[in-house]
Each structure stands twice: as structure tokens, then as C-alpha cells.
């Protein structure tokens, strides 16, 4: 004979209540940083387009004023270039953001221009802002020289 031992044990179903609250509860903490990284990678992605843009409109304005023989490049010439190359990348136009040297120089010299434009981050701007003293704005600056022709 055996021995017994008792009634037999049997697991008691666990209630599924207090889980679904807790998948929940992590699910909108794991969304809420996946948002923050996919809104701050399309904000960094769209400040890299401008920095490629202005980087685009500082070569064609370099290259205006460096083949320019009659008349000779100014600078509203040259801020005229970028503006329109701002435009045709449907981006905003900006003002006294644009210097050259050696414009209207002699043949063989060198003609750079210097685009400073700021840029604000749209998403994320207001979030940094909350979070400290950053204003959310950043200024992007790129130049582009060539040789007077």
C-alpha cells in the first residue's frame, strides 16, 4: 500500500485582469519612446535635407559669381542665386544670411560664399524647450569657393 498524500494540488488559474493592465501600462511606455525616436529622426532627417539644400545653393551662387564677367557678381546677386535655390528646394528664402568675398575679383581668384541659414526644429523644438534652456534652433552653415573666371 501507499502512502497518502493528501488531496491533490491543482494550479489555480490565474486571473488575466491584472496582466492586460500591466501589458498596457508597458506598451504605452515602449510607444511613447518609439515615438520620440521616430519623430526626432524625421526631424534630424529634414534638417539634413536643408543642410544639403543650402550646401546646393552656396555651390550655384559661387558658381554665378564666379562666371559672371559683365556684370560683375554683388552680393545681391549672389543672395538673389541662394534665394532662388532655396525656392526651387521649397524652402523658406532668408534674408541677410549670405556673404561672398573676392566677388567681382580678377580673373583666377578665388570667390567663396558663406550661407549661415537657422533652422528650427519643428517636432522636437517645443519638446527641448520644455526640458531646458535650448531654444530648439540650430544654425546651419555651409560655404562653397571657386575660381574667378
Given amino acids: 500500500m501507499g ?3 493528501g488531496p491533490r494540488m491543482r494550479p ?10 500591466q501589458t498596457l501600462a508597458e506598451f504605452a511606455i515602449v ?14 532627417a529634414r534638417a539634413w535635407n536643408v543642410q544639403q539644400a543650402t550646401t546646393d545653393a552656396a555651390r550655384e551662387a559661387a558658381r554665378r559669381a564666379a562666371i559672371a564677367s559683365s556684370p560683375k557678381a554683388d552680393l545681391a546677386t549672389v543672395q538673389a542665386v541662394v534665394n532662388t535655390a532655396l525656392t526651387n528646394s521649397h524652402i523658406a528664402t ?26 528650427t526644429f519643428t517636432i522636437m523644438g517645443p519638446l527641448m524647450r520644455m526640458f531646458g534652456s535650448y531654444n530648439g534652433s540650430i544654425t546651419l552653415r555651409t560655404s562653397a569657393t571657386m575660381r574667378n573666371e
Fill in 12 to 21: 489555480r488559474a490565474r486571473s488575466r485582469a491584472h496582466e492586460d493592465g
Fill in 94 to 119: 532668408c534674408t541677410n544670411c549670405t556673404t561672398g568675398t573676392g566677388l567681382g575679383g580678377a580673373s583666377g581668384t578665388l570667390v567663396t560664399v558663406s550661407v549661415a541659414y537657422p533652422y
Fill in 31 to 44: 510607444a511613447s519612446i518609439l515615438c520620440l525616436l521616430v519623430f526626432g529622426l524625421i526631424d534630424c
Fill in 3 to 5: 502512502r497518502w498524500d
